[in-house]
T-cell receptor, first 111, second 112 residues
Framework: EPEVTQTPSHQVTQMGQEVILRCVPI?????FYWYRQILGQKVEFLVS????????KSEIFDDQFSVERPDGSNFTLKIRSTKLEDSAMYFC?????????FGQGTRLTVV | TQLLEQSPQFLSIQEGENLTVYCNSS?????LQWYRQEPGEGPVLLVT?????EVKKLKRLTFQFGDARKDSSLHITAAQPGDTGLYLC????????????FGAGTQVVVTP
């Protein structure tokens, strides 16, 4: 069964460092998303991406965040200068016919 | 932000019992989805409902979307220990298709 894959599964980084989280969405899907889940809190929408551009972003998704689809398969989330409060699980999702498929997530720990 | 409230927050039952979890909002949703999430993993889609009053069945799970498309319920018949998990509802709206608002989840524990 097709699945969304994310790498790495766990990333530890020092405050102020840049991180890139990677996702390979399901190949025939056209809409891609990043969500995050801070420990013990709700899953929160970050950004949606369609046709090689951002279609919507939340207030969380400030200038420190960027997304890119550098080739036909990868979809990346970059955080330029990480803060302690960026520590969370980050989930990539792709959607087809209103069905969202989530990756296993990347646990980002900022120290 | 349109809030989705899930109740109860936690539910512990014996194997074989039935349970219902609820997802309520004051806002109308274009579609509503139910997910199950295991610790340290991503949400796994169980069902999507899009029509007011719609009922969908997935083996022992029954999902209902309210007539006004503001609420939904998940009913599990004859629960099994394998049903243990965090159940999340999430909805999107017509002007933000695919941008899901998640509820906080209901933790279900089914003991043998």
């Amino acid at each position: 069964e097709p699945e969304v894959t994310q790498t790495p599964s766990h990333q530890v980084t020092q405050m102020g460092q840049e991180v890139i989280l990677r996702c390979v969405p399901i190949s025939n899907h056209l809409y891609f998303y990043w969500y995050r889940q801070i420990l013990g809190q709700k899953v929160e929408f970050l950004v949606s991406f369609y046709n090689n551009e951002i279609s919507e972003k939340s207030e969380i998704f400030d200038d420190q965040f960027s997304v890119e689809r550098p080739d036909g398969s990868n979809f990346t989330l970059k955080i330029r200068s990480t803060k302690l409060e960026d520590s969370a699980m980050y989930f990539c999702a792709s959607i087809l016919d209103r069905e969202a498929f989530f990756g296993q997530g990347t646990r980002l720990t900022v120290v | 932000t349109q809030l989705l409230e899930q109740s109860p927050q936690f539910l512990s039952i014996q194997e074989g019992e039935n349970l219902t979890v609820y997802c309520n909002s004051s806002s109308v949703f274009s579609s509503l989805q139910w997910y199950r999430q295991e610790p340290g993993e991503g949400p796994v889609l169980l069902v999507t409902v899009v029509t007011g009053g719609e009922v969908k069945k997935l083996k022992r799970l029954t999902f209902q979307f309210g007539d006004a498309r503001k609420d939904s319920s998940l009913h599990i018949t004859a629960a099994q220990p394998g049903d243990t998990g965090l159940y999340l509802c999430a909805g999107d709206q017509a002007d933000s298709w695919g941008k899901l608002q998640f509820g906080a989840g209901t933790q279900v524990v089914v003991t043998p």
